[in-house]
């Protein structure tokens, strides 16, 4: 616990950064390239700053960002290449904010974690924007999607802005009744 790890270079490992049941951390401006099953994972930890890392080049369907059973971490201001950027499993009480995540299948992929906050994101040339996997044993997971002034963008987005404000008129719906009530429109 404690514990600043901060501008590395890491390429082509299978775990990158790796935190089980810690807290108090700080994980910022590192860059991973090629991870083979995660960039960064949290297991079990909490109140955990990640922030600032840029992650690429990650083997299909592996996890940029892993949190497992993880709660109240910040995730900011990263930005995420391919893989699975964002994954949440039996998480709560988490904020991802202000993160790219570009050429995606999936935007962000849940299961059986709710409670969390998320919002101001990019999700740019994401296929799918959110995977639930509990949604079809119906259990879906129950998260919020912006900040009751704010979502996210999400590249896919139809919907219309005719105040000019930078916020849709019409939400966005993502799976069961989740959804994003103010997505970004730039």
Not at 78 to 98: A, H, K, Q, R, Y
Request: net charge negative; proline share 2%.
């Amino acid at each position: 616990s404690g514990n600043t790890v901060s501008g590395n270079v890491l390429e082509n490992n299978e775990r990158s950064i790796e935190f089980i049941d810690s807290t108090d951390n700080t994980l910022s401006d590192n860059n991973i390239t090629g991870a083979t099953v995660s960039g960064i994972s949290l297991d079990t930890s909490l109140g955990n700053t990640v922030s600032g890392n840029r992650i690429s080049d990650l083997e299909d369907g592996m996890g940029a960002l892993m949190l497992w059973k993880s709660s109240n971490n910040t995730v900011s201001r990263n930005i995420l290449f391919g893989g699975t950027p964002m994954l949440m499993i039996d998480c709560t009480g988490n904020v991802l904010s202000e993160n790219f995540v570009i050429d995606s299948e999936y935007g962000v992929v849940v299961g059986l974690s709710s409670g969390n906050t998320i919002h101001s994101n990019y999700f740019i040339n994401v296929t799918e924007y959110v995977m639930d996997t509990d949604a079809g044993a119906g259990a879906p997971s129950a998260n919020t999607w912006d900040d009751g002034t704010k979502g996210n963008y999400w590249s896919g987005y139809g919907g219309a802005d005719a105040d000019g404000n930078g916020i849709g008129d019409s939400v966005c719906v993502l799976y069961g009744d989740n959804q994003d009530n103010y997505p970004l429109m730039d």
